[in-house]
């Protein structure tokens, strides 16, 4: 993948580090959802780069 901007940099490094905590045993307990929570943020950050993605190629970058 090759990022255009800090943005989905910055969005990328979140979902690495909550993947790495969603598959670590004692890790995901720590997040206030548990796994589930962990879970729905790598989507949500997935989504808000969808959005941004979307909106740049609108834009014609």
């Known amino acids: 993948m090759r990022l255009h901007c800090g943005y989905c940099f910055e969005r990328t490094t979140k979902i ?4 790495k905590d969603f598959y ?22 997935l989504e808000e780069m969808r959005a941004w993605a979307s909106l740049w190629e609108k834009n014609g970058k």
């Open 16 to 19: 690495i580090s909550l993947a």
């Open 24 to 45: 670590s045993v004692r890790k995901h307990q720590l997040h206030p959802g548990g796994a589930d929570g962990v879970l729905r943020d790598v989507c949500v950050n």
